[in-house]
């Protein structure tokens, strides 16, 4: 995204459903009911929709699917499939076909069933040619060596890598919309399952069911809804590698690129961003992710997090829904981080609502550290 | 063109006759892994096949757990070739938790889930 599209688009809604587990319904079903929650959020209806932004994990066209399962006719579809980080991703095309004139009502949206389903993650993906024989537990295996070599080269310890999960379950347990919210203490996290050495099963995301959407307009009508508008000031995205083999420094992730842009195309710096949700599959992504887009220096990240410094009363707001490691995780996550970045903006946050947020970043991670895409939100004192 | 074999298949043909090759750009004269039909440093597309010295040394490392009786904990580790190249595999021969980054590591070709594969011991000495 360059510049000239600054402002250039609006979240006019947003919805959820399903978090946690939605019995008996499929993935399309939470699918569905998060676009009717979105749209209800908006005041509009599914044949107002005409841009339809969707992946899911079930089959190989799912937005096609999703666009039959609604029962609309859109004349702009994208589907790209970069992981969790899609979501945001969709955030820098649907402002194109915004403005472009491609459509006038673009809907983001995602559902999952995976924890009633099956209780795990659900994937469509193969694993690589060149890694399935070594059996790698995906995607737990690819986390656990950026992990490893994080700690080696800088010294992070697990400790600090547990503060981020104690962290995300202390947002979680002032949020009413979120799994789980019972007590969670850095001993508790260190004494948990070993799942993937030196992850426990505490540094791990949760596995819910859960749908999220996002209904998009033009920033010229985005006034003419209920709720305030947030603006899309910026968004970026970059793909670095598929297979965690191929990963060419496990302790920088693309999100130095795609922060960086991000951050030049919205015309600020991390320093005026007032509330921060990243996708936290694991809690090493969580200090990447704070070092990768500048909130501070390689190697730093782990000190940074450390003590609260990140929790509620912290020093930097994170993950102030609870994030995929104690608020909801279906599979995929990013449109979340949209989601709760805008809600913040808006004033109507789930949980604990902070107070006069006029900047909000999100950032989406797709595959195994693969695809970094981050998104600078606004309020209307920001264009 | 029926006996045409593509990259991926020449290496794994080899690997089953025990062999370790690596391909090597004419080119620029990197080496790169996994094996295919250009060089993803330079982007020419000839490319020679190289013996792999074998030496190496673990970039990084985890232990998979696993419940004894579903066969127990296993390495799974990524390993920095001296040609440059990194592959996935593990560390045989040790227990899985006493892989270390940085370790000096050896090649073998041995078997994984029932087909031929690049593993890896302590280097001696």
């Known amino acids: 995204m360059t510049t000239e599209l600054r402002g250039?688009?609006?979240?006019?809604?947003?919805?959820?459903?399903?978090?946690?587990?939605?019995?008996?319904?499929?993935?399309?079903?939470?699918?569905?009911?998060?676009?009717?929650?979105?749209?209800?959020?908006?005041?509009?209806?599914?044949?107002?929709?005409?841009?339809?932004?969707?992946?899911?994990?079930?089959?190989?066209m799912p937005a096609l699917m999703a666009a039959e399962y609604l029962g609309i006719q859109p004349r702009f579809i994208?589907?790209?499939?970069?992981?969790?980080?899609?979501?945001?991703?969709?955030?820098?095309?649907?402002?194109?076909?915004?403005?472009a004139g491609l459509c006038d009502v673009a809907l983001i949206v995602y559902g999952s069933n995976q924890r009633t389903a099956s209780g795990r993650l659900v994937t469509a993906s193969r694993p690589p040619a060149y890694e399935a024989p070594y059996n790698p537990r995906y995607p737990i295996s690819a986390y656990a060596m950026a992990a490893a070599r994080h700690m080696h080269e800088y010294g992070t310890t697990r400790e600090q890598l547990a503060d981020v999960a104690v962290a995300a379950r202390a947002w979680a347990q002032r949020n009413p919309e979120a799994f789980e919210r019972g007590p969670l203490t850095r001993e508790d996290v260190l004494g948990a399952r070993m799942v993937g050495d030196p992850l426990t099963v505490r540094d791990c995301c949760l596995v819910t069911d859960g749908g999220g959407a996002i209904v998009m307009v033009h920033a010229d009508r985005a006034r003419d809804f209920p709720k305030a508008p947030v603006y899309v000031l910026g968004s970026a995205a970059e793909s670095s590698h598929r297979q965690i083999s191929q990963m060419k420094d496990f302790t920088v992730t693309a999100a130095r690129a795609s922060g960086a842009r991000a951050f030049a195309?919205?015309?600020?710096?991390?320093?005026?961003?007032?509330?921060?949700?990243?996708?936290?599959?694991?809690?090493?992504?969580?200090?990447?992710?704070?070092?990768?887009?500048?909130?501070?220096?390689?190697?730093?990240?782990?000190?940074?997090?450390?003590?609260?410094?990140?929790?509620?009363?912290?020093?930097?707001?994170?993950?102030?829904?609870g994030g995929g490691l104690s608020c909801v995780h279906p599979g995929m996550y990013g449109i979340f981080t949209v989601i709760e970045a805008a809600r913040q903006i808006r004033g109507d946050a789930p949980g604990i609502q902070l107070k006069d947020i006029d900047l909000a970043l999100a950032h989406g991670n797709g595959g195994v550290l693969s695809s970094q895409v981050t998104a600078i939100l606004g309020s209307q004192n920001t264009l | 063109?029926?006996?045409?074999?593509?990259?991926?298949?020449?290496?794994?043909?080899?690997?089953?006759?025990?062999?370790?090759?690596?391909?090597?750009?004419?080119?620029?004269?990197?080496?790169?892994?996994?094996?295919?039909?250009?060089?993803?440093?330079?982007?020419?597309?000839?490319?020679?096949?190289?013996?792999?010295?074998?030496?190496?040394?673990?970039?990084?490392?985890?232990?998979?757990?696993?419940?004894?009786?579903?066969?127990?904990?296993?390495?799974v580790c990524v390993?920095?070739?001296?040609?440059?190249?990194?592959?996935?595999?593990?560390?045989?021969?040790?227990?899985?938790?006493?892989?270390?980054?940085?370790?000096?590591?050896?090649?073998?070709?041995?078997?994984?889930?029932?087909?031929?594969?690049?593993?890896?011991?302590?280097?001696?000495?």
């Open chain 1, 78 to 99: 994208d589907g790209t499939m970069s992981g969790g980080s899609s979501f945001v991703n969709y955030l820098t095309s649907a402002t194109m076909a915004l403005d």
């Open chain 1, 8 to 60: 250039k688009s609006a979240i006019v809604g947003t919805g959820h459903a399903g978090f946690g587990e939605a019995h008996g319904l499929t993935a399309y079903d939470v699918m569905a009911q998060s676009a009717l929650a979105a749209l209800g959020d908006a005041g509009l209806n599914l044949s107002d929709v005409d841009g339809l932004f969707c992946t899911m994990m079930e089959d190989s």
């Open chain 1, 265 to 321: 195309a919205a015309g600020v710096t991390p320093a005026d961003i007032q509330a921060v949700e990243l996708y936290d599959a694991f809690t090493i992504n969580t200090i990447l992710f704070l070092e990768d887009l500048g909130f501070c220096a390689k190697g730093e990240g782990g000190a940074f997090v450390e003590g609260g410094r990140i929790a509620p009363g912290g020093v930097l707001p994170v993950n102030t829904n």
């Open chain 2, 79 to 125: 390993v920095e070739l001296d040609e440059g190249v990194r592959m996935m595999s593990r560390v045989e021969g040790i227990a899985p938790g006493e892989v270390v980054i940085d370790m000096p590591v050896t090649a073998f070709v041995g078997e994984a889930e029932g087909v031929p594969a690049v593993l890896f011991k302590p280097s001696e000495g």
């Open chain 2, 1 to 75: 063109m029926q006996d045409a074999i593509g990259p991926d298949q020449f290496f794994q043909r080899a690997l089953a006759e025990g062999e370790i090759l690596l391909p090597k750009c004419d080119d620029c004269g990197a080496y790169h892994f996994f094996p295919r039909v250009l060089c993803p440093h330079c982007h020419g597309a000839a490319i020679s096949w190289k013996q792999a010295g074998g030496k190496g040394r673990v970039h990084t490392t985890t232990v998979v757990r696993r419940k004894p009786e579903r066969g127990g904990d296993y390495n």
